[in-house]
């Protein structure tokens, strides 16, 4: 039986980056990575292999940079951890000894067993799965009529770009009145709707799923609550993903109601030697304290960075206290972007904010090609000024833009050092020197808290 200094279980974007952060911080240390699969995909790139990329491999992420500093690599599941006597066994009978022991097995979709009819054929869901997307994206060629459920992220991704192959007609089902409701504002969520009417998906708001009618057991329909049915012959469910941490739990490490792994700042989880990372583990809401479940790859790098460094001792010190939900989309040509707190969760969780916007062009003059109208919202404390949270929309800058509001919010500014920050600028490059669309969204804040302060 071999022994390893390390052991990671997964080898998706938590995996490899605290692998390859582990090796490189240690190169003397034997580090080894169990996978699933041999390949893997990009999660967030999975939609635009059905158009933009129209092809499975060239959305592939692999293992290559681990492998290139020294890590090993096996594909082989795993089906027993026991951390008693620090012994992993794989699907082939194989067994392994660690030192340390990573648990970075991601999440898994949520699958449609409420609703009727969920087990036909031609019933799909968008796995992070390289086997199962290269069958999808086969099986999917040939079918006409396709029905969308779940109008976040992953279902309008996947409808916009299923939609802009022309022999095709696709619907989005989505339950609250408007889509990406739980990551934008209503406001934003209605502009991003329309954006994603533009592009031609049908959308059924407001109204849910009661049963996915079949014929010979096939896909041939989909029933509404409120009696409509639209015809398809293929559904793709996204309704969702929870943490993957069966194997965890079969080992006793202690999870959360949420069903993640429980961890402290620095991924430890409730035995020795044994650690998390990424959408498997606990998250709490950098704003709120509360626990979160949030699972998004640039979350799980940052998660993946610090347990890297830290593994063999506190390296570093963890300044990821949370995550501040930051989330990006790009539909029908128009770029929508937030962070933090908007006046929804805010409510939810009883804190008092403010807001305020400015809109104005990414590029000066306005009249230059390629430019765009740009929108900044600050979401903002009334007491003191700071941001917790904002949101961003029109052109590619707005991606950009909101890494700017949320290394802002991560960093504890307020408003009144918003506008007193430094920024360059150029025509081709950004807004106007003399209005800064962020800067004029923070003194437009200032305005707000002046009035709120006088009722």
């Excluded at 490490?253 to 959408?279: C, L, M, P, Q």
Aim: charged share 25%; aromatic share 8%.
């Amino acid at each position: 039986m071999k022994k390893y200094d390390v052991i990671i279980i997964g080898a998706g974007p938590a995996g490899i980056i605290t692998g390859v952060t582990a090796k490189k911080e240690n190169p003397e240390k034997l580090i080894l990575m169990i996978r699933e699969e041999d390949k893997g995909l990009v999660p967030c790139g999975i939609p635009y292999v059905f158009n933009a990329l129209d092809s499975v491999d060239k959305n592939m992420m692999g293992s290559k940079p681990f492998i290139d500093i020294g890590g090993e690599v096996i594909t082989d599941p795993v089906t027993d951890v026991d951390v008693k006597s620090k012994i992993i066994k794989v699907e082939s009978g194989g067994e392994y000894e660690y030192d340390k022991l990573v648990f970075a097995t991601g999440s898994r979709y949520v699958e449609a067993t409420f609703i009727p009819g969920f087990e036909l054929e031609n019933v799909f869901y968008v796995k992070k799965s390289y086997n199962y997307i290269t069958k999808l994206y086969e099986k999917l060629k040939d079918k006409k009529n396709i029905v969308v459920v779940g109008g976040g992220f992953i279902g309008a991704e996947v409808s916009e770009q299923l939609v802009l192959n022309p022999d095709k007609k696709v619907t989005l089902i989505e339950s609250e009145q408007f889509c990406f409701s739980k990551a934008f504002s209503t406001e934003l969520s209605e502009i991003a709707t329309g954006y994603l009417k533009e592009s031609g998906v049908d959308i059924c708001t407001s109204t849910l799923v009661k049963e996915v009618i079949g014929e010979n057991e096939k896909v041939s329909g989909v029933q509404l609550c409120d009696g409509t049915v639209i015809d398809a012959d293929a559904v793709i469910f996204a309704v969702g993903y929870r943490p993957n941490t069966s194997l965890a739990k079969d080992a006793g490490i202690s999870i959360n109601k949420v069903g993640a792994i429980v961890i402290d700042n620095y991924g430890r989880t409730s035995e020795d030697d044994v650690f998390a990372v990424g959408d498997c583990s606990q998250t709490l809401n950098f704003i709120t304290g509360r626990l979160d479940n949030i699972m998004l790859a640039s979350t799980a790098t940052a998660e993946a960075r610090v347990l890297g460094y830290n593994l063999f001792g506190i390296k570093i010190k963890n300044s990821f206290t949370g995550t501040i939900g930051i989330f990006s989309t790009k539909i029908h040509g128009f770029t929508m972007a937030a962070a933090g707190i908007n006046e929804k969760s805010a409510a939810q969780a009883n804190i008092e904010l403010i807001s305020a916007k400015f809109s104005d062009f990414d590029k000066h003059p306005a009249t230059l090609k390629s430019t765009w109208p740009l929108a900044v919202k600050l979401y903002v404390s009334p007491s003191d000024g700071h941001i917790l949270g904002g949101e961003t929309w029109g052109g590619k800058t707005a991606g950009e833009m909101i890494n700017l509001i949320g290394m802002a919010i991560q960093k504890s500014l307020t408003v009144y050092e918003l506008i007193s920050l430094q920024f360059g600028s150029h025509p081709l490059l950004t807004s106007a020197p003399t209005k800064p669309i962020i800067v004029r969204a923070a003194e437009s804040a200032v305005a707000e808290i002046r009035k709120y302060s006088k009722k």
